[in-house]
């Protein structure tokens, strides 16, 4: 629908690159799953992507968090090298940072963990957004299958629920260290993830 003749037309907030993103990450998950059930992956990276957008971020931190499990979930150095060359070394770099292995068969659960903690403060300021979005989709999630199905919801999890609460705590200091750089839109995302992290926690115990 076009505008009325007396209203100018908008720009679109967001380019072709940002629709090319949706349908390159839409192909790279189209067989993948959440953990335990039958939700398709692309609800998670839509969802990721639109809480980045929420926090008035840029395209390319949108398109980051469109790809942001590309590098982790399959895609490796290849898939790095092909995001940097379709949507800009800026992008690959935080989906890169975003990314805590590409190795198959993985490290240990803990040993990633404690290096993508030790990383956050080396990250750029758009990944570290990227990131709070992603720890927010997923937080939510958890939170809320826990309402319907209790503490079975840890059985889906690789990590124990006393080792997936100490990440999200650990996650919340890391980013706490980087909340003057975030802008206060995303501070504002920051402070939902502590709300929702202190619901699971008390839910948990």
């Known amino acids: 629908m076009s505008a009325p ?9 967001l380019s072709e690159r940002f629709t090319d993103a949706a349908v390159y990450a839409l192909h790279h998950h189209r067989d993948q799953r ?6 398709p992956y692309a609800a998670h990276v839509l969802g990721v992507a639109a809480i980045t957008l929420e926090m008035e971020a840029s395209e390319d931190e949108a ?16 898939a790095e090298a092909e995001i940097a060359g379709r949507f800009g070394p800026e992008v690959a770099e935080m989906v890169r940072a975003n990314s805590d292995t590409d190795t198959d068969p993985k490290p240990p659960w803990r040993e990633r963990k404690e290096a993508y903690l030790a990383g956050i403060a080396e990250k750029p ?12 989709h ?4 958890i939170v809320f299958d826990h309402r319907r199905i209790g503490e079975e919801v840890w059985d889906r999890f690789t990590a124990s629920k006393d080792e997936t609460l100490w990440y999200y705590e650990a996650l919340l200091g890391a980013f706490e ?3 003057d750089e975030l802008g206060e839109p995303a501070a504002a995302h920051l402070d939902e993830l502590e709300r929702v992290v ?6 948990s115990t």
Do not use: Y
């Open 63 to 78: 398109i980051a968090a469109l790809l942001h499990d590309v590098i982790e979930d399959g895609g490796g150095k290849a």
């Open 138 to 141: 997923n937080a939510r999630s």
């Open 5 to 13: 003749d007396d209203e100018p037309e908008l720009a679109s907030p």
């Open 177 to 179: 260290d980087r909340r």
């Open 34 to 39: 959440r953990k335990g059930g039958e939700i």
């Open 198 to 203: 202190a619901e699971l926690v008390e839910r």
């Open 125 to 136: 300021i758009g990944a570290v957004r990227v990131s709070i979005a992603d720890k927010l």
